[in-house]
């Protein structure tokens, strides 16, 4: 390298969280198109299972806060939840958002975009594996399994995507305050995942340091404002998850991450 030139640093992920929700209801197509256009290398979405089984993508186990639906999730089928709006408690111009279905999504995000499907931990039904045989069976019936992360803050979850789909990376949430004291590395291993997420909270030296040492991807979410985003990075994280990608992106850009 010449001499005086600025060292390229590593390249980080820019991980749009639901989306561009800053921008667009959270959890839609739209907010999928607009964090495209950023553009961001991954985005981030919620899974949970209609009452026909169906992978569709919403953060909340119930209706109330992003729709003008009531009640669970899981109490409605795909074609029930498809008459809700998603869009209009965001604002009235976006009225015309449907909860989308997981393989929608996937239609609408073409290569080279990356997407870290988390299934929420209410969508799990100990000792059945449901939801991760369902999503396991898209992503391979799509091949799709080197673009898409599976990660949930149940490990029991990701544990059983990793053994009926090994070829799916996966990656252990930190839940607060459940997993305080443990280190990334054995959480990660339990679950046989490749990577370690947690918020801006959690985030320390000490827990990327046992994370990377041990061959783990880490990411971090909850970055919205430039100070927040540049401690993640002096940390050393591999991922950024934002709700302002485009805030993000720039200061990626000013240190030569992207
Ligand atoms: O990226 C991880 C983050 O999405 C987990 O929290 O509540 O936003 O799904 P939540
Ligand atoms: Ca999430």
Same mark, same amino acid.
């Given at each position: 390298m010449t001499e005086g030139a600025p060292k390229a640093e590593k390249r980080v992920l820019l991980i749009g969280h639901r989306g561009f929700p800053s921008k667009a209801p959270e959890n839609t197509l739209v907010s999928f198109r607009l964090a495209l256009e950023v553009p961001v290398d991954m985005v981030e979405l #919620?899974?949970?299972?209609?009452? #026909?089984? &169906?992978?569709?993508v919403i953060h909340d186990a119930t209706l109330e806060r992003t729709t003008n639906g009531h009640g669970a999730v899981r109490d409605h089928t795909?074609? %029930?939840?498809?008459?809700?709006?998603? /869009? $209009?408690?965001?604002? &009235?111009?976006? /009225?015309?958002?449907r909860i989308p279905e997981l393989a929608e999504v996937f239609d609408a995000l073409p290569e080279p975009t990356l997407v870290n499907v988390?299934?929420?931990? #209410?969508?799990? !039904? *100990? @000792?059945v594996d449901l939801i991760e045989r369902l999503l396991g069976e898209l992503i391979v019936r799509r091949h799709l399994e080197t673009r898409v992360l599976v990660s949930s803050f149940h490990h029991g979850a990701v544990g059983r995507m990793k053994s009926l789909f090994p070829a799916i990376e996966t990656g252990v949430l930190y839940a607060f305050p459940r997993d305080m004291g443990k280190k990334p590395a054995e959480?990660? !291993?339990? %679950? @046989? +995942?490749?990577?370690?997420?947690? $918020?801006? !909270?959690? +985030? $320390?030296e000490r827990i990327v340091k046992n994370a990377q040492d041990n061959g783990l991807k880490v990411i971090v979410y909850g970055l919205d404002t430039p100070e927040h985003i540049n401690? +993640?990075? #002096?940390? @050393?994280?591999?991922?950024?998850?934002?709700?302002?990608? *485009?805030? +993000? $992106?720039?200061?990626?850009?000013?240190?030569?991450? !992207?």
């Amino acid at each position: 390298m010449t001499e005086g030139a600025p060292k390229a640093e590593k390249r980080v992920l820019l991980i749009g969280h639901r989306g561009f929700p800053s921008k667009a209801p959270e959890n839609t197509l739209v907010s999928f198109r607009l964090a495209l256009e950023v553009p961001v290398d991954m985005v981030e979405l #919620d899974v949970h299972l209609s009452k #026909d089984r &169906h992978i569709v993508v919403i953060h909340d186990a119930t209706l109330e806060r992003t729709t003008n639906g009531h009640g669970a999730v899981r109490d409605h089928t795909l074609a %029930a939840l498809k008459q809700l709006d998603a /869009g $209009s408690w965001f604002a &009235h111009s976006f /009225g015309e958002e449907r909860i989308p279905e997981l393989a929608e999504v996937f239609d609408a995000l073409p290569e080279p975009t990356l997407v870290n499907v988390e299934i929420k931990s #209410d969508a799990v !039904r *100990d @000792g059945v594996d449901l939801i991760e045989r369902l999503l396991g069976e898209l992503i391979v019936r799509r091949h799709l399994e080197t673009r898409v992360l599976v990660s949930s803050f149940h490990h029991g979850a990701v544990g059983r995507m990793k053994s009926l789909f090994p070829a799916i990376e996966t990656g252990v949430l930190y839940a607060f305050p459940r997993d305080m004291g443990k280190k990334p590395a054995e959480l990660a !291993r339990l %679950a @046989g +995942a490749e990577a370690f997420i947690c $918020s801006r !909270r959690e +985030a $320390s030296e000490r827990i990327v340091k046992n994370a990377q040492d041990n061959g783990l991807k880490v990411i971090v979410y909850g970055l919205d404002t430039p100070e927040h985003i540049n401690m +993640a990075l #002096d940390l @050393g994280t591999d991922g950024v998850v934002s709700n302002v990608p *485009d805030v +993000a $992106s720039e200061v990626l850009k000013a240190r030569n991450l !992207r």
